[in-house]
């Protein structure tokens, strides 16, 4: 087995978990693999490196790989994903102020997000009215889960993401900066970044995306897919370190050595007690202490959730095709669902190929899923850009 050498690119976020861990446990160098892990500041900064072979894998955005793969907001730089590295993972935060506002207009539990969804849309009708800029939420990036997820959220209370609100992009290490300034209202980021901004005092995290979609793909290990017909040996060494990593990071004798890996200061840089929290799925999510656990807050491997979906990334499309920045069509449902690569994990651990019987997406309102009547699925929302 010859010796192979990759420079991966990651964003500090706990659901680079597995890439962190394979490397700093030794799990990629046991399948003889040298991998320099190379920390990032911005999405736009690794997906470019990874375009121009700066970077032989990265840590990506899910629909940032989809969208990659269709030529959306850049060349068409085709992107295979073989495994998941994180479902679930983000949240949405909001400021002590807009916390307050949407406490006094609840009608309900604060654990709803369609009563919090439709608090949102009391408070943005009371700002037009008195004629207040309207609120601002931080997201990661255009094709990110974080804007179809916030999008989803509003607009199933009355919120008009292009009208009512301003979406903005932010570095997810920039978030809690931007929150404490008042330069964003809001925002939604993967772990730890909302935890960061609840100790701080300055924010408190509203829903967990778990609140919103029970099971949605996050972040993948994303390769060119001309890298990996080239290199497919190396391709499954990595699946394999990776797949390790995740089983030991579920592991819960683990817990504490996977944290402290994790936040190290040249991966995540932060504090191991909040990396460890999260792996727990127990947040703090106020400022006052109150704490808040989810099972499935951030999934990083365990019950097969590393297994790529190809349902996941159709859902993925189908939010671009609502929000207007993908044409809906049987070609590019194909090119998208393909990017999703379940035969190269299979191919990997020597698993016997299988179609996913997890449901494609469970979302707390909204129409049913399903991935072969996209258009179906769609005509079903009132608020949409698609066919605009």
């Known amino acids: ?69 269709l030529g959306l907001g850049q060349v068409r730089m085709p992107i295979l994903a073989p495994f998941n590295l994180g479902l679930n993972g983000n949240a949405i935060t909001v400021s002590p102020a807009l916390h307050a506002a949407i ?17 949102l849309a009391r408070i943005v009708a009371d700002r037009r009215r008195r004629g207040d800029d309207p609120l601002t939420f931080g997201m990661t990036f255009p094709f990110s889960t ?36 008042g330069d964003i209202d809001a925002f939604c980021v993967a772990a730890p970044w909302s935890s960061i901004a609840v100790d701080r005092g300055i924010g408190h995290i509203l829903h967990f995306m778990s609140d919103i979609l029970e099971l949605a793909a996050e972040k993948v290990f994303a390769l060119r897919a001309n890298w990996v017909n080239e290199n497919p040996d190396t391709v499954a060494r990595m699946i394999r370190a990776l797949q390790r990593a995740a089983d030991y990071i579920g592991a819960q004798e683990n817990r504490a050595q996977a944290a402290s890996i994790i936040a190290a200061p040249d991966r995540i840089g932060g504090d191991a007690d909040t990396v460890f929290r999260t792996l727990e799925g127990r947040l703090k999510i106020s400022p006052d202490g109150t704490t808040r656990e989810d099972s499935r807050y951030l999934l990083l491997g365990q ?9 996941q990334a159709a859902w993925l499309y189908a939010q671009m095709a609502r929000w207007g920045q993908a044409t809906l069509t049987s070609d590019n449902l194909a090119q998208a669902t393909a990017v999703f690569a379940p035969a190269l994990y299979d191919s990997a651990l020597g698993l016997a190929r299988r179609v996913s019987d997890r449901p494609a997406m469970k979302a707390f309102a909204g129409p049913v899923f399903d991935p072969e009547r996209i258009e179906a699925y769609l005509a079903a929302f009132t608020l949409s850009r698609h066919g605009a």
Request: zero cysteines; hydrophobic letters at 50%; charged letters at 20%.
């Open 146 to 181: 974080h804007n179809y997820q916030l999008r989803f959220w509003m607009t199933a209370g009355g919120v008009d993401p292009d009208e009512d609100v301003r979406l903005v992009v932010v570095p997810p290490p920039y978030m809690a900066d931007h929150l404490a300034a």
């Open 303 to 311: 019950d097969d959730t590393a297994r790529p979906d190809p349902a």
């Open 103 to 119: 406490t006094r207009e609840l009608a309900g539990s604060p654990a709803d997000p369609m009563l919090t969804a439709q608090a």
């Open 1 to 69: 087995m010859t010796r192979a050498h990759l420079r991966i690119g990651f964003i500090p976020l706990v659901d680079a978990a597995a890439l962190i861990v394979a490397v700093d446990k030794g799990f990629a160098a046991e399948e003889d693999l040298d991998v320099t892990l190379l920390r990032e500041v911005s999405w736009a900064n690794v997906r470019d490196k990874l375009s121009i072979g700066l970077l032989d894998a990265a840590h990506l955005l899910a629909p940032m790989a989809i969208a990659s793969s």
